[in-house]
């Protein structure tokens, strides 16, 4: 920071390209602008279009590499491809159905794993969240702290012993492992955030329903779920993200075979034993990546809300 | 029993899943009429149907294990024989741990740093500016990529082909296809193999964290920048104060206690990171870290002793930045 000449007043901006769009806003924006003490200066504009720009191209690049033909990769760069554009889906096909790849058949393990393992936790930490904050039992809070305690656990401390047990159950390698796991280690912050949410609702609502006779089950159906759906809606996200995208707890319960794997484990996979074949992993990599995206910008404004009240995972 | 454990076709699984689903509804529905119907019931019964499930996940997948495997890393390879704490001494003190704790350190320094100052300095200058919603997004973005996604993204980014020029001409014989190497050439610079060469290639996975944070970081301080109250920022520019000195007395200050959750969050979650240091190098190296090696330790080399220590210790780091966070997040809620 300490680089940067002192900023510029506003009127002394001279044209600059990246500047002439901040020259046309409005005069309440200017206001703001000023009021907030922004770095209003060409510098200001330049960092901030340096940062943007270093952010995107990274991906920017695998995409546009993911529809070149295999050769093209090979020979040249892809900041190269305006000079002679030729695209293909080839790549794409050879990825989701090729024999040596196959990733059609990971994707759908992907959503197999990824539907149970974002409905069950939350459909439990909901019913637990309702419990410490509306049922009157003793020992409560310290049974809450107890369940909000747990979420320091680092799940490499529990991954050998799980296993262990599957494989005495006699369910190693199949879905359920997964299933269960991710339930396990979605709990604590699920209970947490929603209980934070549960709270925040008006008790009088709680009391009214009881006076009119509702038990605790109706209460929680009729009163509080569909207060409460914004805030599932933002847990669901994250959960869906951290699931889809995982890559640990799906290498250690389902290890790689295609009957259960994830796409990240065999994208992973890929990219250990077929490291320079750019054209299957950077399509791989885009089908990996196409769902979470699409549920992330669609739904962007849910994820921020629960970004801002906590929800990360580490 | 068959049919529930192996599933091969694309239908079989879905068909697998949605039994799955149906399956839990049907218990939690049982449980959940059971407490609706039977009136008169003690509250402790209505306890223990709402909070039996969780407690139960939470006991057999949580702490169980956890407490399992504290007391494994106080045994050998095989967990036949009590060793004291020699697999902690073996961590600590061997040089091939030593690198890894070295890089351990420098991931979980560098990353919350360098990526909560990048996103403080983003977030402020787009701050109320046209673009600020598409601005945000394209920061914003790797964060719903995978870490293994990411990863490949910056191998591609990393790509090294060996430089050849011909020695008459000077003309390039061999194109790059990685971005950075292109870069080096263009300047004049031979290409480098940059996830080869130690001990900088560790800087360069770090790299990789610090462009998927830097989001996190930026939409979290975003909204604590917008929520510094207009008074004090109107009272500070009527003092003379403007752009950096703006933003180091009033913006900086005034979102401290975000800056710290934000901080220790990146914190604790470079300090489990596994995927990038497993996809882009395989740990080979010298760009091991922590929770790397003790997948390493327990599967590849079944020393399940020393793999149960290394989980443990990376058990011990996280709790103080817990602690410290969450402490931190009540103040942060507060200004929020």
């Known amino acids: 920071m300490t680089a940067l000449p002192p900023p510029a007043p506003l009127t002394e901006q001279v044209a600059d390209e990246p500047l002439r769009a901040e020259r046309r806003l409005s005069r309440a924006e200017k206001r703001a602008i000023a009021v907030k003490g922004k770095l209003s200066s060409p510098w200001a504009s330049g960092i901030a279009i340096v940062i943007a720009v270093l952010w995107t191209i990274p991906t920017f690049g695998l995409l546009v590499t993911s529809f070149r033909p295999k050769e093209d990769i090979r020979a040249t760069g892809w900041w190269t491809v305006w000079q002679d554009p030729t695209f293909t889906l080839e790549n794409y096909q050879e990825a989701l159905f090729g ?35 509306w049922i009157d ?9 107890a369940v909000f305690a747990l979420q320091v656990v680092p799940i490499q401390v529990t991954l050998i012993p799980l296993l262990t047990q599957y494989v005495d159950w006699g369910l190693a390698g199949s879905f359920w492992t997964i299933w269960l796991s991710h339930s396990i280690f979605a709990l604590p912050l699920a209970i947490f955030l929603l209980h934070n949410f549960m709270k925040d609702i008006p008790p009088s609502l709680v009391e009214a ?26 847990f669901a996200i994250f959960q869906f993200l951290w699931v889809w995208n995982d890559l640990l707890v799906a290498l250690t319960f389902a290890g790689g075979t295609p009957n259960v794997a994830p796409l990240t484990v065999r994208v992973a996979e890929l990219s250990g034993t077929r490291g320079s074949a750019w054209e299957l992993l950077s399509a791989g ?27 990360v995972k580490g | 029993m068959d049919w529930f454990l192996n ?87 061997e040089p091939q741990f030593q690198i890894v704790l070295r890089n351990t350190l420098l991931w979980v320094v560098l990353v919350p740093l360098v990526s ?4 403080l300095v983003y977030a402020v200058l787009i701050d109320r500016t046209r673009f600020e919603s598409f601005a945000k997004t394209m920061i914003f973005l790797p964060l719903s990529i ?28 061999v194109h790059q296809i990685g971005i950075l190497n292109q870069v080096l050439v263009w300047l004049g610079l031979p290409p480098q193999q940059f996830l080869l060469n130690q001990p900088w290639n560790t800087l360069f996975l770090i790299v990789v964290m610090i462009w998927i944070q830097a989001g996190f970081a930026m939409t979290v301080l975003s909204a604590a920048v917008k929520a510094i109250p207009d008074d004090i920022v109107e009272a500070a520019r009527l003092d003379g104060l403007h752009g950096i000195g703006m933003f180091r007395y009033i913006t900086v200050p005034s979102i401290r206690p975000a800056l710290v959750v934000v901080l220790t969050t990146i914190a604790i979650g470079t300090l489990k990171v596994f995927d990038i240091v497993r996809t882009m190098t395989g740990g080979n190296f010298g760009t091991s870290v922590v929770a790397y090696e003790f997948y390493t330790q327990s599967f590849r080399a079944q020393n399940a002793g020393l793999g149960a220590a290394l989980a443990t210790i990376l058990f011990v780091l996280v709790i103080p930045i817990v ?10 809620e507060e200004i929020r």
Do not use: C
């Open chain 1, 209 to 234: 329903a009881r006076v009119d006779g509702a038990g605790h089950v109706k209460i929680f159906f009729q009163v509080l779920l569909p207060l409460l759906t914004p805030a599932i809606a933002s």
């Open chain 2, 146 to 173: 995978s870490l293994v996604g990411a990863s490949i993204i910056w191998k591609f980014v990393y790509e090294y082909k060996q430089h050849a020029v011909n020695p008459v001409t000077g003309e390039e014989l």
């Open chain 2, 323 to 332: 602690v410290y966070n969450v402490r931190q997040l009540r103040l942060s």
């Open chain 2, 116 to 119: 909560t100052f990048i996103g």
């Open chain 1, 285 to 311: 990599a885009f089908i990996m990546t196409v769902v979470p995206l699409v549920v992330f910008l669609a739904l962007q404004r849910y994820f921020v809300r629960g970004l801002l009240a906590g929800s």
């Open chain 2, 7 to 93: 599933a091969e076709s694309a239908g079989h699984k879905f068909a697998l899943m949605v039994v799955a689903i149906l399956l839990f509804v049907l218990v939690m529905g049982l449980i959940l009429f059971g407490l609706e119907r039977i009136r008169r019931l003690p509250v402790w019964v209505t306890v223990l149907g709402f909070l039996g499930p969780t407690v139960l996940f939470l006991a057999f997948g949580l702490l169980y294990p956890g407490i399992r495997t504290i007391w494994t890393s106080f045994f050998d390879a095989r967990s036949d024989n009590y060793v004291g704490l020699d697999n902690y001494v073996t961590a600590f003190t």
């Open chain 1, 137 to 145: 039992f003793r020992g409560r809070n310290l049974l809450f702290v």
């Open chain 1, 99 to 133: 024999s040596s790849t196959s990733l059609a058949t990971y994707f759908v393990n992907s959503v197999v794993i990824t539907i149970p393992a974002v409905v069950i936790p939350i459909s439990i930490a909901l019913l637990a969240a309702y419990a410490f904050a």
